[in-house]
């Protein structure tokens, strides 16, 4: 089963940053399945990212996923007010099937 | 558009079955690689995958907790069902589900609150 570690577990940025989130696997990945979530309080988390790249529709552009093997990260090139928020990445497993959270990252106001 | 809503109650008692229901719209579950996930989150924590159900009426469940759960659907109805027994304070928490695949999960529901209490 493969385990995801998200770090760090809190950024400190202010609005304009950049904030780099890490998502590291605990085994390499051989497939793209790699997505990220993010969630404001109180609300339901929403797809940011599919297949470790691919902005989910409406996803503003200062949102970019790379990585592969066991690195992967989330860029948020110039953070606005409200993204300021808890960030997860995913992965899904074809086999044995199942799908796992990382703990997760919060990007809070400095 | 793709929407998905929980329901179920608020509160259940220890050692009591849970029974959850998504009722979802935008797409059939009928269709190859569709699916609805239930996912959860503990008060301040993180979420935690539980179980998906696809096309194929296959389901899938999470290792840690799949003698507990039970998923199944009613396409008819467009509605996806998950129980979880013995019920016990600890999986007090937001419970979520999501669709409309399970390589990703693109559109949550609001989530519905449960609590476990005598």
């Known amino acids: 089963e493969i385990v995801l570690t998200q770090s760090p577990g809190t950024l400190s940025l202010s609005p304009g940053d950049r904030a780099t989130l890490s998502c590291r696997a605990s085994q390499s990945l051989t497939k793209k399945y790699i997505s990220w979530y993010q969630q404001r309080p109180g609300q339901a988390p929403s797809l940011l990212i599919s297949?470790?790249?691919i902005r989910a529709n409406g996803v503003p552009d200062r949102f970019s996923g790379s990585g592969s093997g066991t690195d992967f990260s989330l860029i948020i090139s110039e953070l606005e007010p409200e993204d300021f928020a808890v960030y997860y990445c995913?992965?899904?497993?074809?086999?044995?099937?199942?799908?796992?959270f990382g703990p997760g990252t919060k990007v809070e106001i400095k | 558009q793709v929407t998905l809503r929980e329901s179920g109650p608020a509160l259940v008692k220890p050692t009591q079955a849970l029974t959850l229901t998504c009722s979802f719209s935008?797409?059939?579950?009928?269709?190859?690689?569709?699916?609805v996930s239930w996912v959860r989150q503990p008060p301040g924590k993180a979420l935690e995958w539980l179980a998906f159900?696809?096309?194929?009426?296959?389901?899938v469940y999470s290792p840690s907790l799949k003698t507990r759960l039970t998923i199944s659907r009613d396409t008819s109805k467009k509605q996806v069902v998950l129980t979880m027994t013995n019920m016990d304070p600890v999986d007090t928490a937001t419970y979520y589900c999501?669709?409309?695949?399970?390589?990703?999960?693109?559109?949550w529901g609001k989530g519905t609150t449960v609590t476990v209490s005598s």
């Open positions: 995913q992965h899904y497993s074809p086999s044995p099937p199942g799908l796992t």
């Open positions: 297949d470790v790249s």
């Open positions: 159900i696809d096309s194929d009426d296959d389901k």
């Open positions: 935008g797409f059939s579950l009928n269709t190859i690689g569709e699916s």
């Open positions: 999501a669709g409309p695949h399970n390589v990703h999960l693109g559109v």
